[in-house]
């Protein structure tokens, strides 16, 4: 699976994003998905995770009552609606696939749980 994240910019405290990230390949309906993000001079944190069929998903507590992820296989799109951005939310943020297929397994929040990468997209919060 290939993944590319867009969406990303310059946006003020308050507002709202929506960050989409568009997958190649035949296995990107058979793997769960998620949303990082990694700010600078910090690690990358998970920000939320979708299943395979979209029925579950998992968020940071930090984003849970502003970000909801979704995705929609026909289109092979993942999507990170962020609203009520905050400063501290400024990151790149980064899509990935989990590195299982078809497996009856969770969703994950650590990093080494997903193999397929997006080239991450940059989020700004102005205050």
């Known amino acids: 699976v290939q993944l590319q994240a867009s969406g990303g910019g310059l946006v003020q405290a308050g507002g709202s994003l929506r960050l989409s990230c568009a997958a190649s390949?035949?296995?990107?309906?058979?793997?769960?998905m998620g949303w990082f993000r990694q700010a600078p001079g910090k690690e990358r944190e998970f920000v939320a995770a979708?299943?395979?069929?979209?029925?579950?998903?998992i968020k940071a507590d930090s984003v849970k009552d502003r970000f909801t992820v979704s995705r929609d296989n026909a289109k092979n799109m993942v999507y990170l609606h962020m609203n009520n951005l905050e400063p501290a939310d400024t990151a790149v943020y980064y899509c990935?696939?989990?590195?299982?297929?078809?497996?009856?397994?969770?969703?994950?929040?650590?990093?080494?749980?997903?193999?397929?990468w997006g080239q991450g997209t940059q989020v700004t919060v102005s205050s």
């Open positions: 390949g035949r296995t990107f309906s058979l793997r769960h």
């Open positions: 990935a696939a989990d590195r299982a297929i078809m497996a009856d397994r969770g969703l994950f929040t650590t990093p080494s749980e997903y193999i397929h």
């Open positions: 979708i299943s395979r069929s979209g029925g579950r998903s």
